[in-house]
């Protein structure tokens, strides 16, 4: 398992490097002038000339991605164009708040999909799958943002349970963080568990069918313990595989999110730094989005690998 994680390890490094010198590059290329977010429009032509020289930006991409590299590699992630704050404090203050949203979406999706899942599969063909099946449709059709707007009308302005936007530490205040993070949760776990309920509900089919789990009841197993010792081991594998899968798009979810609910994090970060051509926190916050991307990826090899020993093969 050791030398399996290794070399997963390894693998992710150029990864690593190829993917964050294409998004570095792909930032320079965009259309717009940052040397306006600090001179403004009556700047003169010679003196953005020389605040693109005295900041590097006339220089060729390999040069500015190297520099930029090697600044990373010693701590220091440059400071915002726009309000000179250092990025790395930046960072410090918003990865939290991502990194709940994401984490807590992630557990509210497994807790809905994958008993509702199980519960259909057992419940083949009869009302109770039928009606799993529809709510797990309604999910998945429903937009994100969609479901954000319906989530504050109904919760915020029609019944006035819980605040429509805004952050709180939950080191400062649990009870108001959670109150805040409930329609954020709900507006990214929802529609991931449909998926999650489908992709579970067809693994459990496939695995009920399968001659070892006729062989366990013949043998006298319990149903509880068919379904969770026999038929959901073998049919975790594929669950896991969507789970990994969608928590890229659950990182595109959260940018929508945090702008539709005003929280300070990552997705919030790169929004405004596209806006103001701010590349410095713009850069830094992809390159988190990436990190922890390919973690969660890793993270899902190795649950291969845990629940199949072949894999590490």
Same mark, same amino acid.
């Given at each position: 398992?050791?030398? +399996?994680?290794? !070399?997963?390890?390894?693998?992710?490094?150029?990864?690593?490097?190829?993917?964050?010198?294409?998004?570095?590059?792909?930032?320079? /290329?965009?259309?717009?002038?940052?040397?306006?977010?600090?001179?403004?429009? $009556?700047?003169?032509?010679?003196?953005?000339?020389?605040?693109?020289?005295?900041?590097?930006?006339? $220089?060729?991409?390999?040069?500015? +991605?190297?520099?930029?590299?090697? %600044?990373?590699?010693?701590?220091?992630?440059?400071?915002?164009? %726009?309000?000179?704050?250092?990025?790395?404090?930046?960072?410090?203050?918003?990865?939290?708040? @991502?990194?709940? /949203?994401?984490?807590?979406?992630?557990?509210?999706?497994?807790? &809905?999909?994958?008993?509702?899942? &199980?519960?259909?599969?057992?419940? =083949?063909? %009869?009302? @109770?799958?039928?009606?799993? =099946?529809?709510?797990?449709?309604? *999910?998945?059709?429903?937009?994100?943002?969609?479901?954000?707007?319906?989530?504050?009308?109904?919760?915020? #302005?029609?019944?006035?349970?819980?605040?429509?936007?805004?952050?709180?530490?939950?080191?400062?205040?649990?009870?108001?963080?959670?109150?805040?993070?409930?329609?954020?949760?709900?507006?990214?776990?929802?529609?991931?568990?449909?998926?999650?309920?489908?992709? @579970? =509900?067809?693994?459990?089919?496939?695995?009920?069918?399968?001659? +070892?789990? !006729?062989?366990? !009841?013949?043998? *006298?197993?319990?149903?509880?313990?068919?379904?969770?010792?026999?038929?959901?081991?073998?049919?975790?594998?594929?669950? #896991?595989? #969507?789970?990994?899968?969608?928590?890229?798009?659950?990182?595109?979810? #959260?940018?929508?999110?945090?702008?539709?609910?005003?929280?300070?994090?990552?997705?919030?970060?790169?929004?405004?730094? &596209?806006?103001?051509?701010?590349?410095?926190?713009?850069?830094?916050?992809?390159?988190?989005?990436?990190?922890?991307?390919?973690?969660?990826?890793?993270? @899902?090899?190795?649950? +291969?690998?845990?629940?199949?020993?072949?894999?590490?093969?």
């Amino acid at each position: 398992m050791g030398r +399996y994680v290794l !070399r997963r390890l390894l693998h992710l490094l150029p990864i690593l490097f190829v993917v964050s010198f294409v998004v570095f590059a792909m930032l320079l /290329l965009l259309p717009g002038d940052p040397t306006l977010t600090l001179l403004g429009d $009556q700047a003169t032509q010679a003196q953005r000339a020389a605040l693109r020289h005295a900041m590097g930006f006339d $220089q060729s991409i390999p040069v500015q +991605y190297l520099r930029w590299l090697l %600044r990373l590699l010693s701590g220091d992630f440059g400071r915002s164009l %726009r309000t000179q704050e250092p990025v790395g404090e930046m960072l410090a203050t918003r990865v939290p708040v @991502t990194l709940e /949203l994401t984490v807590l979406s992630m557990v509210l999706s497994v807790a &809905i999909g994958l008993p509702l899942g &199980i519960v259909a599969s057992l419940r =083949r063909g %009869r009302p @109770t799958d039928v009606a799993i =099946r529809v709510i797990g449709t309604s *999910g998945i059709a429903l937009p994100h943002f969609w479901a954000g707007i319906l989530l504050i009308m109904l919760l915020s #302005v029609r019944l006035g349970w819980l605040p429509p936007s805004g952050y709180v530490p939950i080191w400062v205040d649990p009870v108001a963080n959670l109150r805040l993070m409930i329609m954020p949760c709900l507006m990214l776990g929802l529609s991931l568990s449909a998926l999650i309920l489908r992709q @579970t =509900r067809a693994a459990m089919l496939q695995a009920l069918s399968e001659d +070892y789990i !006729r062989t366990a !009841r013949a043998k *006298g197993a319990s149903a509880l313990r068919v379904v969770i010792r026999h038929a959901l081991r073998n049919a975790l594998i594929p669950i #896991v595989s #969507v789970i990994g899968l969608q928590f890229g798009a659950l990182i595109g979810g #959260v940018v929508i999110t945090e702008m539709i609910f005003s929280l300070p994090g990552l997705g919030r970060m790169i929004i405004e730094g &596209i806006f103001n051509r701010d590349f410095a926190p713009l850069q830094a916050a992809i390159l988190f989005v990436v990190i922890g991307t390919m973690t969660v990826n890793l993270l @899902t090899d190795l649950t +291969y690998a845990a629940l199949d020993k072949r894999v590490q093969l």
